[in-house]
């Protein structure tokens, strides 16, 4: 089993800045890839970044020289930095990870439970 916890989420406001950090554990073998999604009320939910094992990223195009994504492989963790955070980044941010568990062939997708962001104006 593995689980996956965010923490740093919250109240900012527009032009600020959070952190968000999201650790796995558990019965891992390996961690193919992590990110994070977003989803506003009303809205689907949706990629906001992505690193791989090997450290290769993608973002959202409307995050795209706002946000960073890194991710710490000694501590199964995954981090993502948002700079000049406006309304339209009010979400739910939630934590997704690829993972191999040991004693399994294949990999699954995990979720955390989700933080809240929101972003007055």
């Known amino acids: 089993q593995v689980h996956l916890v965010e923490s740093g989420g919250g109240l900012v406001q527009a032009g600020g800045s959070l952190r968000l950090s999201c650790a796995a554990s558990g019965t891992i073998l390996r961690i193919n890839g992590m990110g994070w999604y977003r989803q506003a009320p009303g809205k689907q939910r949706e990629l906001v970044a992505w690193?791989?094992?090997?450290?290769?990223?993608n973002y959202a195009d409307s995050v795209k020289g706002r946000f960073t994504i890194s991710r710490d492989n000694a501590k199964n963790t995954v981090y993502l930095q948002m700079n000049s955070l406006g309304a339209e980044d009010t979400a739910v941010y939630y934590c997704?990870?690829?993972?191999?568990?040991?004693?399994?062939?294949?990999?699954?997708?995990?979720w955390g439970q989700g933080t809240q962001v929101t972003v007055s104006s």
């Open positions: 690193v791989t094992s090997g450290g290769n990223t």
């Open positions: 997704n990870a690829y993972v191999r568990s040991i004693g399994s062939m294949l990999s699954y997708d995990y």
